[in-house]
Structures are given as C-alpha cells and as structure tokens.
C-alpha cells in the first residue's frame, strides 16, 4: 500500500481501496473522516463570530447580549486551549479553540465599547485576565490545578450560557445575537462530539462538546422562536 498523508491524515488508505473498486473499510474510512471534519472546524472557527461582531458594529448596540455570558465564553476558551496544548493533543482536535479565543477577545472588547461608560469593576476584570490568561495558556500551574481547572470549564461554558439564554427568555427576545453565529457554533459543537470520540480525546472534551451542542440548540431555537417578522418596506406602522 502506498503511503500518502498529508497534515496526519492517512489518504493511501482510501485511494488504495478504491483504486480497486472496493469501499474503504471502517478502521481505514472513519479515522480520515474524523480528520478532514476536524480542519473542515478549524477552518470555519476563523469567522464563526465573525456575524456577531459585524451586527455589533452595523447597530453600534449590544442590547440583548449577556456581559458575563461573553466573558464567561471568553474564560472557557482560554481554559479549553490550554488543557488541549498540555495534553499534546493533535490540532485538528481542538484548533478552533485558538481562533475562537482571538474572536472572543475582540467581541468582548467591542462590547466593552458600546457598554460605556465602564466601571472600575469591569478594568478589573480586563487587568487580572491579561495578567493570568498567559500563565494558564503556558501550561505553568501546577497538574492538579489544571486538571481542576478544566473539570470547572464546562461549568464555565454551561454558566456562560445560562445567562443568556434566561435574558432571552424573558425578554422574548434575542436582541443583537447572531443567528449565523450560534448555527455554526451549534453545528462544530456536533461534529466536533465525532471527532472527540474517534480522536480518542479525553471523556471530558467530549462532555464540552455535548454541552455546547445542547446549550447553542436552545440559543439558536430562540433566535428562530423570537425572531419579528420584518415589516414591508413603505409600510407604515398604525
């Protein structure tokens, strides 16, 4: 068989079977499906907030978003990269936490900015996270505190949603939430569970997975829910 790989993924597998007009067996098939839909996610986490940060600055409004939920996300995705870099995981597992992370901190920023004016609490809050964030993302505190650490982020992401989606609700609305962006958070949240599972990714990465699947649905079936039909243009309101 020849050997043909390419960012770890084995494609000689694949050909070989088909070249002779045989389907690619399972050990040799899924394997390379978990590979492709793993940097197929990669690839789509460089704009998936993309949606929201453009509403954002399109209504130069943040209303109807949750603060804390967006900083809590923003916690959760610095804790999430960090564990997946310590434990040697490969990238197509978890690279999207890395271009989340970078949007995350632009969205919260710019939420800072249409919050104005900010408090001393919320400085705070902005100081003690550059001060931390590169010690954790450096892997330079203790293993059990890691451990630990990572245990509380589906927590974090659990609680990071919450808030939102009880502010929907008994708003009856969603405000400035992007629908594009919760649909593709909830769709990588499902593949990302495959990939998980057939990466032999630790259980715990895979319980994030399943979190973020059922906390973006309920988001996402919200924004379609409360959705208001958009009147017709030139009609006027009684």
């Not at 405000?175 to 990939?195: H, K, Y």
Request: proline fraction near 5%; include cysteine; hydrophobic fraction near 50%.
């Amino acid at each position: 068989m020849v050997e043909l790989k390419f960012l770890g993924m084995d494609f000689g597998c694949a050909l070989g079977s088909l070249s002779n007009g045989q389907f690619p067996e399972k050990d040799c098939l899924l394997p390379l499906i978990s590979k492709l839909l793993g940097y197929a996610i990669v690839a789509a986490s460089t704009t998936v907030k993309l949606p929201q940060i453009l509403k954002i600055l399109q209504h130069k409004s943040v209303r109807g978003l949750s603060v804390v939920a967006f900083e809590l996300e923003l916690i959760g995705y610095t804790i999430a990269l960090a564990y997946c870099l310590h434990k040697g995981l490969p990238f197509s597992a978890f690279g999207e936490y890395l271009f989340l992370l970078i949007q995350a901190i632009i969205l919260v920023a710019i939420i800072y900015y249409f919050s104005q004016p900010l408090g001393m609490k919320t400085w705070m809050k902005g100081l003690l996270y550059c001060a931390v964030a590169p010690t954790v993302l450096a892997g330079q505190i203790d293993p059990v505190l890691f451990e630990a650490l990572y245990a509380s982020q589906h927590a974090i992401f659990l609680c990071a949603r919450i808030p939102q989606i009880w502010k929907n609700f008994k708003g009856k609305s969603t405000g400035e939430l992007s629908f594009l962006t919760f649909f593709m958070n909830f769709a990588g949240s499902m593949v990302r569970v495959f990939t998980s599972l057939q990466e032999k990714a630790p259980m715990s990465v895979a319980l994030g997975s399943v979190i973020g699947v059922l906390m973006n649905g309920t988001i996402l079936s919200q924004i379609i829910i409360y959705q208001k039909p958009t009147p017709p243009k030139g009609k006027k309101k009684d």
